[in-house]
Each structure stands twice: as C-alpha cells, then as structure tokens.
C-alpha cells in the first residue's frame, strides 16, 4: 500500500477532503445514521456540505451521497442534529450565508426532510433572525440541537450576546416551521467567545457544547477548544434548568463537538482540532470521527466506553516489563492496586507515544510520536505535546487503548483522553512496565 492510500481503517472518515463535526446521530428505519461537516474538493475548510454514513450495528459504517449541499440558499450548510418526526427523517441545520462578512454574515436555523433517510429536500429557515431575542447577533447564531417531548419540538441553539459571549437558547415548535424563543438556558456568559454544538439527553440529565478561546483552567484543560459536559435537568416548560459544575468530557489534544443518539446513549465527536496543523493532508485527507463510546453517568460523572468489533488473539499475566507489536487494534489492561505504569505505543527506534503514571496522574506525550502537530496554545505542556489525565487511586484500573492509523484513544476507569498522531507507517512497537499486585493484559483485532 502506498503512503498516499493511508486512511483510518475503522474510524468514520470522508475517504477524501476534510472532515469536521459529527452531525444528525439518529437511528431510522433500522439503521444508524451519522452525518458530518464535510468538503470532499480540498483537504482544507471549505463550503460546508453534509457527508453522510449509516451502520446496522455501530460498527460497519456504509458511505451513502452528501445530504446536503451549499446552493442558492445556503453558502455553507453548518452543524445540526436530526430527528425522526411523523415517519420522516428530519434534518435541523445552520443555514449560512456570507452576506460579503463581517456583521453581514447569517446564521440561521433551516430544515430538509427525507422519506428514505438518503434524498432530502430542503424547505428553507425555520428560525430566522426576527426569532431571535434582542441583543443577541444573527452573526453567531449556529448549531441546532432538536428533540421532542410528548406532542413538542425543541431546539437548542447556540448562540452570542451582541457585544458579549456564547450563550444557548431554547425555541419551540408545533410543527416544525414556526418556533417560539423560550429561554436563555443557562442565563450567563461562556468562559469562551462562543458556545458551539449544544447537545441535551433527557435520560441521562447530560448537557454538552464546546466553548471557543476559553482561557485554561490550571491542567484541567489547555486546549483552546474544549468540549465540556454538566450533569442535571432541563425543564423546558417552566425554563428551569438545574446543571451542575463544567467537566471536560476528553482530556485529550483532538476532541470536538460531541453529539449523542437520541435513544442510544452513545456519543461521537470530532477525532481532530481546530487551529493546528493536519500532517494527513498530505495523504489527501483531513479529519475523522472517534470511535462510539457507550455513555453512562457513574460515580456522579460521565463514564465512557468505546464501541468497537474486537476479537482476543493474546492474553498474558503481566510482572515487570512487557514487549509486543500492535499498529491497529485495542489492548484492554486490567490491574489490581496499580503502582507503576509506562506504556510505548507506534514505537521504533527514538519514536514512540507514551502514556505513563507519574506523580499521581496520568500523562500522554506525543512530542516523539512522529510528524510535528502544532497549535495556537502556547502553555509549557502544549509546547511539549503532553497532555494530563486525573488518576483515580482505586483498587481496580482498566486501561483500553483504541489504535487506528493516525490515532490513539485512550480510557481509563470511564475517562477518555483522545489525541491524533503521525507516526512512520510501519511504527507498531509496544513496551509496557507495569508493577501491581495482579494485571492482565489482552490485545484484540477490531
């Protein structure tokens, strides 16, 4: 295989061009559907249209046409979400329009529906700039998040106070084409300049959204776009919501705009981040999707699980140090009273990504991983391409590391730290050192 043909062998991707946010995660006549930001002419930002997959089982994913494309109404059709409304398909989305920039430019809310969950027709915007409350800008008014309660449509959209912040508001609806504003939901400023990718699951009393240039927080986040989640309840009748404290959902370098199946309490997000550089472009591609993770709420937190079709082909006692080679695949690491942890993964020679337990968290360096990958962070961990974890000091750990080409997710005890990497091709060295009383180490095929 040459270089140029280089692709993720299971995460969602766009084959060729870039790829930005999951978009529309919705389950119709049998089959998952997954959409995305998607340019398929550049390996670069461009015109949004949306790309679109479907799977039976999560797993095997299917390329189906783009959905939606820019034409006469829409410049770019932006992120949104789906929902499945008296036996249509129906996709919610920001209409953009350029307008020659500046405060010219609008993002509003339109619809397209579909009967076979593959041709949409578009009916145009459904929350305009005239539905929007006073003082807020009709400039960054973007990402709908639509969801239904007994007879009632809702939508959450992100949105900024002119000569303010990020904010989410709450619009309702009858019938699809004429909403109602509601509420501000949480009724103060983003730490960042904007929110984005609002996303709410009732069942799980779960709120997600992403926040733009939001200053860091000590170690507990240095990525300058984070993607954050708050545990409690929305009451879209009396406009009370009761969430709790921001939490980063991934602790990561590339995680973004995380949305969720309405019935299937599982969340994809952006395997990739914005304002750094892309080394796969060079192989004619940008971006992919993370693996599924199934989610629950454990402990009073988001606890995470990847989703993915593995086979044993190993399974060892481990004491001390351990060597293997694995390029593509998953290794599940289970130890009792954990003491010492270093783990090399893609290694050869001076190359390697480490993730290592040291001073009490958990630490993965991608400073020697391969290619350089840069952002606009300037903090001393960012500059040395660490990123830091909580360890919970508990009698039991489970380690599951998730290996495609060009990334590495990892999770422990339901917390997930996800990050891309560029490697030689044929890096696919592992060492482990390991001191516990018990740990079992197996490696899987997916």
Known sequence: MSDLNLRPK??????????????????????????????????????????????????????????LAPDEQDDGCFSGTAIVWKDKLWLIYTSYKENG??????????????????????????????????GYSPCDFRDPKIFSEGETLYCLVAARKVDGRGRILLFSSKDMFNWKFECDVLDRDSGGTMIECPDYNSE??????????????????LNIHSTFYRLGNLDCKTHKST??????IDYGFDFYAAQIFKDTPVMIGWLNMWDRNIPSQKYGFA?????PRKLEIKNGGLWQT??????KVFEKEIDGTFTDKIKIGMININAKNLKTFNLYLRKKKDMFTSFCLKDGEWVFDRSRSGELIEGKERDADSLA???????DNCADTEIIVVLDEFSAEIFVNGKSLSST??????????????????????????
Not at 243 to 248: K, L, Q
Not at 306 to 311: D, E, G, K
């Open 101 to 134: 920039g500046g405060e010219n430019i609008r993002q509003l809310q339109a619809v397209a529906s579909s009967e076979d969950g593959i041709n949409f027709t578009k009916h145009g915007i459904v929350i305009g700039e005239k539905d929007l409350p006073v």
């Open 243 to 248: 969430f709790g404290n921001d939490e980063i």
């Open 10 to 67: 299971f995460h969602i991707n766009g084959g060729n061009g870039w790829i930005n946010d999951p978009n529309g995660l919705v389950k119709f006549k049998g089959e998952y559907h997954v959409f995305f930001q998607y340019y398929s002419h550049n390996v670069y930002w461009g015109p949004m249209h949306w790309g679109h997959v479907v799977s039976r089982d999560l797993i095997d994913w299917k390329r189906l046409p783009i959905a």
């Open 306 to 311: 990847p989703v993915v079709s593995a086979q």
């Open 204 to 221: 799980l009393g779960l709120l997600t959204y992403c926040e733009q240039f939001q200053p860091a927080q000590g170690n507990k986040h």
């Open 421 to 446: 990497i560029y490697p030689d091709p044929d890096a696919d060295g592992l060492e482990l050192e390991v001191k516990a009383d018990e740990c079992l180490l197996r490696r899987f095929d997916v």
């Open 385 to 391: 391409g660490i990123r830091r974890m909580p360890f």
């Open 287 to 291: 971006g992919m999707l993370t693996v």
